[in-house]
């Protein structure tokens, strides 16, 4: 079928002349037709056209542009006129709408950027109000000693404490010896080997045991907290406490928040030791460093403070890591996919803040000179 009939005229813009039926049927045929006239400058004549729908009006758009089909319409019917246009509008409406997408996609950007802002300001907000009840339970239950939960107490030290310590000590003696042959390496350049002794033990006494124990503990202990009282509320067990009269901050935060502020301390210094152990082999082993020397080194150059400020941390990051874990567990809704996501969301918001607590009381020590 015979689509495309160019004539020549005296003007010397080719007159083009569009017979048969320009249909969704015949697309193939069509645009394997128009593809030598694409960017040319010709002359439309739609008289000779006997079918039309949107399909080739579309293609006529494309190869030839509104400009020139729309010279060429008063050659058509009245009906055919009113599909053109109705084309030529929806089109134009898509370019809009795609123009609109882009700015909008900025716009959406800029939205969600202020809903995170806002959901973190109010997460603070909630942290900080959860804190205060704990405190205030805590308070609460002072007068009533009979009515303290020992038992719970040392069952979440157990757990969140003893449990903890072999892999606390293999990380941190694994760590010890890794930066002891770090420091020899770099060290062994400048004929200082010895100052290997005071990189292993200032790191591990100021930040490295208390950063590496909160990190373990945030991923193990704050996970377990948040599952326990998430499971617990899934299956409805803090709603028949509270009906029963019995306070769940008492029976089930309180512990949980006591035991981890009592264990870290104790883990951190475990950590210290398991690291400076290890670093103490690689001495001796790798640098010819006797224990005694070693020993020595640290007796005449580390004061106490650096002991006393890595272990200060301990329990301000345990308080940050039980809140953290409990109140996610308290956020849980009534499905097991919220216990999972919000077991995440714990271990997330609890390594993030131990960093960023700890990096705050560096700058601290650094500017009192500690």
Known sequence: MLFLEEKNQSNSVPLLILRGEWTVQHFTSIKKALCSYRGRD????????????TVGTQLLLDNFGQE?????????????????????QALSRQEKTTEVSRGSAILHFLEKTGANVVAAWRDFLCWNGFLGMVILALIRSVPHYRKWRVTSLVANLDN?????????????????????????????????????????????????????????????????????????????????LKASGVDPLSVLVLPRVLALVIAMPLLTFLGMLAGIIGGMLVASIAMDISIRLFFDIINSSVGVKHFLIGIGKAPFLAIVIAITGCMEGFKVSGSAESVGQHTTTSVVKCIFLVILLDALFALFFMQMGW
């Open 68 to 88: 020139k089909l729309q010279q060429a319409l008063h050659e058509l019917s009245s009906e055919r006129v009113a599909m053109v246009d109705a084309v030529i």
């Open 42 to 53: 010709v002359q439309l004549s739609l008289h000779a056209i006997q079918a039309l729908d």
């Open 160 to 240: 969140s404490g003893f449990q903890a310590v072999p892999i606390v000590m293999l990380l941190c003696f694994m760590v010890g010896a890794v930066v002891a042959f770090l420091g020899a390496t770099v060290l062994e350049n400048f004929g200082a080997q010895v100052f290997t002794v005071h990189l292993v033990t200032y790191s591990f006494l100021r930040e490295f045991a208390t950063l590496l124990t909160a990190i373990l503990i945030a991923g193990r202990t704050a996970s377990a907290y948040t599952a326990q009282l998430g499971s617990m509320k899934v299956n409805e067990e803090i709603d028949a």
